[in-house]
Nanobody, 126 residues
Framework: QVQLVESGGGSVQAGGSLRLSCTAS????????MGWFRQAPGKERDFVAA????????YYAESVKGRFTISRDSAKNAVYLQMNSLKPEDTAVYYC???????????????????WGQGTQVTVSS
């Protein structure tokens, strides 16, 4: 059973930066596609970014392109989400997820991921 633990959330002013970390319980980041999703109060959980297990290709939601960067460190069994130029609309609980996803088009789908972390709160004030 893969366990994912997020950290790095917090409160920041608009324009600031945060780096989220997701640590897996076993050799996950080099065997699974890894994704970040977020859920704002009263809204559905949305795709933010993903990285493939082969090639390390990255994908982003349009709303975060150019501001967020997903990366992984296989040696540390961790995946990161560097968030720059944060906006109040980025406020949400951020979740890390892992899944055996073969096709890039599936990375955006919450249902394709098998394992989820507990989430970490990110609050951006104006």
């Amino acid at each position: 059973q893969v366990q994912l633990v997020e950290s790095g959330g917090g409160s920041v002013q608009a324009g600031g930066s945060l780096r989220l970390s997701c640590t897996a319980s076993e050799r996950t980041v080099s065997r699974y596609a890894m994704g970040w999703f977020r859920q704002a109060p009263g809204k559905e959980r949305d795709f933010v970014a993903a990285i493939t297990w082969i090639g390390g290709n990255t994908y982003y939601a349009e709303s975060v392109k150019g501001r967020f960067t997903i990366s992984r460190d296989s040696a540390k069994n961790a995946v990161y989400l560097q968030m720059n130029s944060l906006k109040p609309e980025d406020t949400a609980v951020y979740y890390c997820a892992a899944g055996l996803i073969a096709r890039a088009g599936m990375l955006l789908r919450e249902s394709e991921y098998d394992y989820w972390g507990q989430g970490t709160q990110v609050t951006v004030s104006s």
